[in-house]
Nanobody, 132 residues
């Protein structure tokens, strides 16, 4: 069974940093694109950042460019999201998801409006709160 487990969320002050981790079990990340999505109360889900398993290419939402960095460690079967210069509008529940790389592009994965159950794997989510 494909599973993704997120960790690293919490409460941080504006301007602070957090690093989220997405650990995969039951499959290897080598053949999957991995994406981070977030959901804020009253707002539509947003694709924050995605990374390709094939060539390491990345996609970022305009709202996080220059502040967030996505990376992967295939040896640890884990993808990370380094979030710097956090803003209150970054608050939300963050999810990681997996899509088989031959099915879609990393950009299309990030901008997808598909339901969570239409991805190959979808994590349980974790809360990130940016507040003073």
């Amino acid at each position: 069974q494909l599973q993704l487990v997120e960790s690293g969320g919490g409460l941080v002050q504006p301007g602070g940093s957090l690093r989220l981790s997405c650990a995969a079990s039951g499959f290897t990340l080598d053949y999957y694109h991995i994406g981070w999505f977030r959901q804020a109360p009253g707002k539509e889900r947003e694709g924050v950042s995605c990374i390709s398993s094939k060539d390491g290419s990345t996609h970022y939402a305009d709202s996080v460019k220059g502040r967030f960095t996505i990376s992967r460690d295939n040896a640890k079967n884990t993808v990370y999201l380094q979030m710097n210069s956090l803003k209150p509008e970054d608050t939300g529940v963050y999810y990681c998801a997996a899509d088989q790389w031959g099915i879609t592009t990393v950009q299309n994965m990030c901008i997808s409006t598909r339901g969570a159950d239409e991805f190959d794997a979808w994590g349980q989510g974790l809360q990130v709160t940016v507040s003073s």
